[in-house]
């Protein structure tokens, strides 16, 4: 069955950084887009970042651009995002999801989490100030 884990979420104070890990396995990794997503306490869920089965495509949410970078290594079956200059508003917890399609498409609906077939539990991340 397929397992997607997270790690690398803590506390971090305002300002830091974090690198974040997603570990898949049972899923044939390297077609497989990947995405990011993050659920602050109430707030609905929002899709972060994105990349394609490549490392093609990376697209990121306007309020995070310039500061996370998502990347993955397909020969270990591994997504990552780094993230610079946290922000208390993005204390939330962090998930890492996997779909079942190469690439939804540059430009479009890349956080269509109906289209995301596989979840991790999450990681926390909290931000003090």
């Known amino acids: 069955q397929v397992q997607v884990v997270e790690s690398g979420g803590g506390l971090v104070q305002a300002g830091g950084s974090l690198r974040l890990s997603c570990i898949v396995s049972?899923?044939?990794?390297?077609?497989?887009?990947m995405a990011w997503f993050r659920q602050a306490p109430g707030e609905e869920r929002e899709g972060v970042s994105y990349i394609n089965w490549s490392g093609g495509s990376p697209s990121y949410v306007d309020s995070v651009k310039g500061r996370f970078t998502i990347s993955r290594d397909n020969a270990k079956n591994t997504l990552y995002l780094q993230m610079a200059s946290l922000k208390p508003e993005e204390t939330a917890m962090y998930y890492c999801?996997?779909?079942?399609?190469?690439?939804?498409?540059?430009?479009?609906?890349?956080?269509?989490?109906?289209?995301?077939?596989?979840w991790g539990r999450g990681t926390q991340v909290t931000v003090s100030s």
């Open positions: 999801a996997a779909s079942k399609y190469a690439d939804l498409g540059y430009g479009y609906n890349e956080y269509d989490e109906s289209k995301f077939h596989y």
């Open positions: 049972g899923l044939t990794f390297d077609t497989s887009a």
